[in-house]
């Protein structure tokens, strides 16, 4: 029987392999500014925001800074600023959530033109390109729609029908998209604009 006796790591060893892993970080090839015919995409994603605009706790009924995309937008803003190319897109359940949710659904409602504080941010934020979760549909299909609508970006999904499935796939009639392609300019490391 052989015992595997570990051997105490040193705080210098330890730092030692700190720098060393952070020195690899540093030069891998998509930290490093891109060359006159490279471009790099920074693609940022955000998901389940459930109505949190602000940063407060409605549920606790207090300010909270660790949530909400009032916060998440600077830290957007230096993602941009750093990347020089991105794109900023959401996965969904954007709707339902919390109360000022439930308060726009229930009560105020929604009318033809009306925008959601939520897609007001998301607007402001320039996403590109939203998808459903399932909490888009708490509300009903008309909120969802008149919500989205509102937008300056489309939705995409692959699984929400307009009735029956067809024998094909491809043939589906579906209420979005199901995927789409963004045409955007980058700008490569020498600063040239392509497409």
């Not at 941009?80 to 659904?105: F, T, W």
């Not at 459903?132 to 995409?156: A, C, I, Q, T």
């Not at 199901?178 to 045409?183: H, L, Q, S």
Request: proline content about 5%; overall charge neutral; aromatic content about 8%.
């Amino acid at each position: 029987m052989t015992s595997s006796i570990l051997q105490p790591i040193s705080r210098r060893s330890l730092l030692a392999g700190a720098a060393a892993s952070s020195a690899l970080v540093l030069l891998h090839p998509f930290a490093v500014r891109a060359a006159g015919n490279q471009a790099h995409l920074r693609i940022m994603e955000t998901t389940d925001i459930h109505v949190n605009v602000f940063p407060y706790d409605y549920y606790a009924d207090k300010p909270n800074d660790t949530l909400g995309l009032a916060r998440t937008a600077s830290i957007i803003d230096s993602i941009r600023a750093e990347a020089g190319n991105s794109m900023l897109i959401d996965n969904g359940d954007v709707l339902q959530g919390n109360p000022m949710g439930d308060y726009i659904a229930y009560e105020r409602g929604m009318k033809e033109g009306d925008k959601h504080p939520v897609i007001k941010a998301m607007n402001t934020l320039g996403y590109e390109v939203g998808t459903l979760g399932n909490h888009e549909f708490n509300y009903g299909l008309d909120f969802m729609f008149k919500v989205l609508n509102g937008s300056n970006y489309p939705w995409v999904c692959a699984n929400l029908t307009k009735g029956e499935l067809a024998s094909d796939p491809k043939k589906d009639q579906l209420f979005f998209k199901p995927y789409v392609i963004i045409d955007k300019k980058i700008k490569d490391g020498s600063g040239a604009r392509a497409r």
